[in-house]
């Protein structure tokens, strides 16, 4: 019984091109978020939805656009890949987006552009 | 803004305890997490912690003084699948975000 997932798990592709990542979760969390972990390990959140309603929105270039179908699904597309964009993508949720709610994380999607 | 600060990397030997710090410095306090991620896999939750003191959990305790904007991860009978990145996190208060701090990689050896 996966809590979250995300696919697909890697993702290998050219420059220029546009891919998606999709992520759901099963455990009836309204607050879903999008981190980004870079080669040097470093954890940074780019998005995060609260009951499909975007409530953070950190300084991430325009061609990355999360979409919130209902409350179990965050995707992120991304338009026009630059190398820069290889890094580890992690989908993650918690049960609110207030107090000290643990976030529960997906497998990760390793995105290598070449 | 957030600042967080932990080591980048420790070696502790198996059996042993191992303390790994963390000091931040926010806009507003709403608790610290310490998230524990293996190499090649998600960061997985161990601890949270918004009032000043020790938090026992088995093995792992955690420890914050919201005074001194401090807190660390206490691993005891170390074991060598204790092996791992160790991340603190912060959250600030309301809709704001948890900021991650780098992570200390902690090595355990025989």
């Known amino acids: 019984d996966t809590a979250v997932s995300q696919t697909p798990k890697y993702l290998v592709t050219q420059m220029g091109n546009d891919k998606s990542i999709k992520c759901e979760q099963n455990l009836g969390h309204d607050t879903m978020y999008w981190y980004k972990q870079d080669s040097k390990k470093f954890l940074k959140i780019m998005f995060s939805?609260?009951?499909?309603?975007?409530?953070i929105n950190e300084t991430v270039p325009n061609r990355f656009s999360p979409k919130s179908p209902d409350k179990a699904h965050l995707n992120l597309h991304i338009n026009s890949l630059e190398l820069g964009d290889s890094a580890v993508y992690f989908c993650?949720?918690?049960?609110?987006?207030?107090?000290?709610?643990?976030?529960?994380f997906g497998p990760g999607t390793r995105l290598l552009v070449l | 803004g957030q600042n967080i600060d932990q080591p980048t990397e420790m070696t502790a030997t198996e059996g042993a305890i191992v303390q790994i710090n963390c000091t931040y410095q926010?806009?507003?306090?709403?608790?610290l997490f310490w998230y524990q991620q293996h190499a090649g896999e998600a960061p997985t939750f161990l601890s949270y912690?918004?009032?000043?003191g020790l938090e026992e959990k088995g093995r792992f305790s955690s420890f914050l003084s919201r005074s001194k904007g401090y807190s660390y991860l206490l691993l005891k009978e170390l074991q060598m699948k204790d092996s791992a990145s160790y991340l603190c996190a912060v959250k600030p208060g309301g809709y704001q975000k948890v900021t991650f701090g780098t992570g200390t990689k902690l090595q355990v050896i025989p």
């Open positions: 993650a949720s918690s049960a609110t987006s207030r107090g000290g709610e643990t976030q529960y």
């Open positions: 939805y609260n009951n499909k309603e975007l409530i």
């Open positions: 912690n918004v009032l000043d």
């Open positions: 926010t806009s507003g306090f709403n608790g």
